[in-house]
């Protein structure tokens, strides 16, 4: 942060709050969880807190929802298929696959349909990302909270002429989901 003079981002809190109350409004009886997280990335940290909350605010009975497992998906489509193969053995009751971005959701749809739980788990991603909105119109990927790069852009440069022209700026902005 010493370094930046200003962060343009994506809300990545509201990004994993969207996804929360999508699983507590479409399973409001509670859901086993498993998580395709990227562990190392403040920005996915962010995120899943958002999930958690989003699911908490949202939910008439909270307490009913339950992480069943986080694996490292590493943000790669074919790190978080293997990782949900292996977590779909161990645990094939799994309602709900929350993935941090819609590559890994892709590798988490493809473990499901290998081992022939399609239908019986939703796959969430995040982004809205070309992949992630493609999967979804074919019924494989329920959710994607979408970023806003366009506008990310456009007020990263409106940003940066403030600073050239030594105006005061904020330092950090999110840009709603």
Avoid at 93 to 117: F, H, K, M, R, T
Wanted: charged share 25%; net charge negative; glycine share 10%.
């Amino acid at each position: 942060y010493d370094l930046v003079d200003a962060i343009i981002s994506s809300d990545n809190l509201m990004l994993g709050h969207l996804a929360g109350e999508w699983v507590a409004e479409h399973h409001p009886d509670g859901a086993k969880i498993a998580i395709a997280h990227l562990q190392v990335a403040e920005s996915c940290i962010i995120n899943v807190e958002g999930f958690w909350q989003g699911i908490k605010d949202t939910a008439a009975n909270p307490d009913a929802y339950e992480e069943v497992q986080v694996v490292e998906g590493g943000g790669d489509t074919e790190v978080t298929f293997s990782a949900i193969r292996d977590v779909l053995e161990a645990h094939p009751d799994i309602d709900v696959i929350y993935c941090i971005n819609d590559p890994s959701a892709y590798g988490a749809i493809q473990a499901v349909e290998d081992a022939g739980l399609t239908g019986k788990i939703d796959v969430l991603g995040k982004d809205g990302a070309p992949t992630g909105k493609h999967n979804i119109k074919e019924g494989k990927e329920v959710q994607s909270s979408a970023q806003r790069p366009t506008f990310m852009g456009y007020s990263a440069v409106e940003t940066a002429l403030k600073i050239l022209n030594g105006e005061d700026i904020e330092f950090q902005v999110l840009i709603p989901s």
